[in-house]
C-alpha cells in the first residue's frame, strides 16, 4: 500500500470515527449549551443505547453472524433498529433530568455535575449486573460489500454510517434552527430569564435537549456497535472522553463546533493510531483537551459566554 493509499484508508477510518464521536458530542453541547450542565451521564446512555441496539437486533433475528431477518427487509430492520435505540435512549436522558437533575436546578455550585457521574456509575453497574462484563458480539447485518479506490477499502457500512449522520446531523440543524421548539431552545441557551418573559417553556426545552442529546447518544451506540461489531460494559468511558474533547474542541455549547471537532478527533485518532500507535493516539487526543482548555478555552467556533446567573 502506497502513501496515498494508506493515508485514504486512514482518512476513510477516520471519518467514521469522527461520525461517532459528532453524534455523542451533539449530547454534550446541548445540554451545556441550556444548562452549562457537563453531563457525564452522557458517557453511558452511549453504552446503553449500544447494549439496547444489541437487544432490539437479537430480537429482529440478527445474532452475531447469523442473520435471520423474519421476512423482513434489512432497510426496514435498520431503520426500526435506530427508531427504538434512540426513543429508549431519549427517554433515559429525560428521566435524569426530570427525576434527578430539575430538583437541583436552583442549586449552585457543582452539585448537579457530580450528580450526572453518580448516575453514569449507576448505569454502568445496572449493565454489569444485569447483563455482565463480558464482551457481546454485536449483530452484523449488513452486506460485505466493497469497493476498492487503489489501495483503500471503502465498505458498504462506511457509506451507511456517513449517510445516517449526515442525515441525523441535517435534521437536528433545521430543527434547531427553523422550527419553534429550535428556536425556544436557543432562546432559553441565550437568557432562560427572558426566554421564559416570552413565553417559551423553559422545563419542556430543558427537558428536550435531553431527550435529543440522549437520543443521538442512542444513535452513536448503534454506529459503534455496527462499525466494531462488540459491545462492551465499559465502552462508554474511552468513547465518551473523546466525545467530550470533540465537543470541547469545537467549541461546547456550539451545534456546529460538535460537528467540527467530532470529526477533526475522529480524524487525529485514526492518524494517529497508524502513525505512532493506539496508546500515543489517545496522549494526542488528550493533550489536545489540555491545550484547547488552556489556550482557547471557547473552542475552534464558539466564543465567550456571558455568565447567567
Known sequence: MTSGDLFLQQLIN??????????LALGFTLVYGIMELINFSHFNVFMVGCFIALGVLKLLGMDGQSVILHGLPLIGVLLLTFLITMVSSGMIGVGIERLLLRPLRAVTGPAAMILTIGVSYIL????????????RNFANPLPSVSWNIGGAVLRMRDLLIWGITIVLMLGLTYFVNYTRLGKGMRATAQDPEAAR????????????SFFIGSALAGASGLIFGLYYNYAKVDMGFAAGLRAFTAAVLGGIGNVPGAMLGG?????????????????????????IL????????????????????
Open 290 to 309: 489540555v491545550i484547547v482548555l488552556v489556550f482557547r478555552p471557547a473552542g475552534l467556533l464558539g466564543r465567550q459566554a456571558p455568565n447567567k446567573s
Open 124 to 135: 454502568f453497574n445496572v449493565i454489569l449486573i444485569g447483563i455482565g462484563g463480558d464482551t
Open 263 to 287: 470529526v477533526l478527533i475522529g480524524l487525529i485518532e485514526a492518524g494517529s493510531s497508524q502513525l505512532i500507535g493506539q496508546l500515543w493516539a489517545d496522549v494526542v487526543i488528550f493533550s
Open 14 to 23: 477516520g471519518l467514521n470515527l469522527g461520525a461517532m464521536y459528532s453524534l
Open 197 to 208: 418573559m416570552m413565553g417559551v417553556e423553559v422545563d419542556s426545552v430543558v427537558g428536550l
